[in-house]
């Protein structure tokens, strides 16, 4: 695979990279090239729409959006872009219990899709986008497909173990 990013990982803010971290651990796993940086709706709104206006023609394939709070961010770039979106909801520390960034990346308006994964779930954002890069490439389909069979194997390994 070149080493051209494929997949844009952005976040709000940099308090949120210990959790999106799971997505670029993800991807650095299945060998996609990404890049990674700090974006936000409310505090730099025009690198936002900066952002998501070229990232198409600077080769992205998909973007990884993480935010917490009132999380516009996702769904913003969504509304700019027709790469796909994930986001991803973030509880952030003075959050209520992180419903305030479910809801605000889940209940976007019809015409507007965001692929939403759950609470916290970067590493599935990570698996997602490598899932859509794997629909047009084999080798990296067939790296998704060991990984759900080491899944597999884990789970059949501890009902082996259940049994004696
Ligand atoms: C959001 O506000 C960010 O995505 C982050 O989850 C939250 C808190 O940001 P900081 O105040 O820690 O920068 O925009």
Do not use: C
Not at 2 to 19: C, F, Y
Not at 78 to 107: F, R, Y
Not at 140 to 149: F, G, I, P
């Amino acid at each position: 695979m070149a080493n051209t990013p494929l997949v844009g990982i952005i976040m709000g803010s940099d308090s949120d990279l210990p959790i999106m971290q799971a997505a670029a651990d993800m991807l650095t796993h299945f060998n996609v090239p990404f890049e990674l940086t700090v974006v936000s709706a409310h505090r730099t709104p025009l690198r936002m729409v900066d952002y998501a206006k070229t990232a198409k023609d600077r080769g992205l394939k998909v973007i990884i959006a993480g935010a917490g709070g009132a999380a516009h961010l996702p769904g913003m770039v969504a509304s700019i872009t027709t790469l796909p979106v994930i986001g991803v909801p973030i509880k952030s520390s003075n959050s209520i219990d992180g419903w305030d960034s479910v809801l605000s990346i889940l209940q976007m308006p019809n015409g507007i899709p965001v692929a939403t994964v759950a609470l916290n779930a970067a590493k599935n954002a990570g698996i997602l986008a490598a899932t859509i890069l794997g629909s047009f490439d084999a080798e990296l389909s067939e790296a998704l497909q060991a990984y759900k069979n080491q899944l597999n194997d884990e789970v059949l390994i501890k009902v082996d173990k259940l049994k004696t």
